[in-house]
Structures are given as C-alpha cells and as structure tokens.
C-alpha cells in the first residue's frame, strides 16, 4: 500500500491536505473468495474530481471490477466515472478517475471514491496494494494538496502525471451536446404531430 505525502506544484502550503488511502478487509480471505477494498477520501478542501492507478500482485490476487462509490455523488450530484483498464498480468489498474459534473458541484464530507472487487489466490488476511499518480482537483480542476495514508512507500511526485482534465470537458461537453440534440428531436417530433392532428382534425 501507499504512505506518503503528495505535494504538487501551485498548492497553497496553507491548504489543509486530502487524505487518500486504502480500506482493507480485517479479516482472513480464503482461496478463490472474493473481497473489496475501497479508496477512502477524506477532503481537506472542497474537490470535484479525482484520479488513481493502483499495483497488486498478481500471484496473490485478481482484480475483478471497479465501480463508483459515493464520495463524488453525495446531494444527488451528477458524476461521471471511468474504471481505468485492469490488466492482471501486469498487476496493475490504470486510469481510474471520476469528477462530478454537475456545474459548480464540489464535495467536502469524507466518502468511498472507488470499490475495487478482487479474488483471492491464495489464503491471508492483507495483501499489498500501492496507490500512484493519485490526484485530487477543486472544481477549477486545480491539483490540491494529497496525503496517502497507507503502509508502504510513497508515490513519487515528480511521476505523477498532471490530470487530463480537458479530457473529462469533452467528455461532458458532448454528453450536453447529445442531450440537447435528444430534447431538440423530441420537441421537433411533437411539432409534427400536432401539426398532423390540426391538419386532419375535422372541419365543423
């Protein structure tokens, strides 16, 4: 797992930190069992999005599925999430990131970033799992200050990459596009077919 302190460049020293960090199962998984860990977040500061990759080993455990926890979603927000690509021959899961996107939405009450299911190889009651190019943005998609509080050693800054958020802007710009595209064609269609009941609607 992850310890250490991510400092990024243009972070107000004075921020309070973002603790990121793993929650494991406590107790003994046997063979062929399956289990979830989750990326806890607690903010330091108000957050809109987030990103991580995450390393196991592969001779001890599988990694099955990704999926979204409450932490982006808290006051019905609307988010978008993407569960990275899993590869359990490398031992890796890259590319996980979410962000909410509902204009101005931003959360500041610990919750569960991401679930992860894995499978156990082989019996134990921890395995070793490490957090990098984990990234925390405000709703400007400013990196804030991040703390992983975990066992193990740190990510290296100097790594990490800074977070594509332009990317995720396409991406919802075009969910809006394909909205306002579906709500043009429904009223468009109900147009016609007032049109249509006005022109074959009987003359008194």
């Known amino acids: 797992m992850a310890l250490g302190t991510l400092c990024l460049p243009g972070i107000a020293s004075a921020a309070e930190a973002t603790t990121v960090s ?30 991580f990759d995450l390393s196991f080993d592969p001779s001890l455990v599988t990694v099955e599925s990704v999926k979204e926890g409450d932490l982006l979603g808290q006051g019905g927000a609307s988010t978008f999430f993407n569960s990275g690509k899993i590869d359990n021959r490398a031992g890796t899961v890259t590319g996980v990131f979410g962000a909410i996107t509902s204009p101005g939405g931003a959360v ?63 991406i919802v710009g075009v969910a809006l596009v394909l909205i306002a595209a579906t709500v043009s064609g429904v009223l468009f269609r109900r147009r016609q077919m007032v049109r249509a009941l006005e022109t074959h609607r009987p003359s008194r």
């Open 22 to 51: 793993i929650a494991s199962p406590t107790e003994s998984v046997d063979p062929g069992q399956q289990f979830t860990v989750s990326i806890a977040v607690v903010p330091g500061t108000a957050i809109a999005g987030m990103q």
């Open 108 to 170: 500041s009450t610990s919750g569960t970033f991401a679930t992860i299911t894995l499978t156990a190889r082989t019996q134990g009651e921890s395995w070793p799992l490490g957090l990098s190019h984990v990234i925390v943005g405000d709703t400007g998609g400013n990196p804030v200050s991040v703390s992983l509080s975990n066992e193990g050693s740190p990510s290296d800054p100097e790594n990490t990459p800074a977070f594509r958020w332009w990317v995720l802007s396409v």
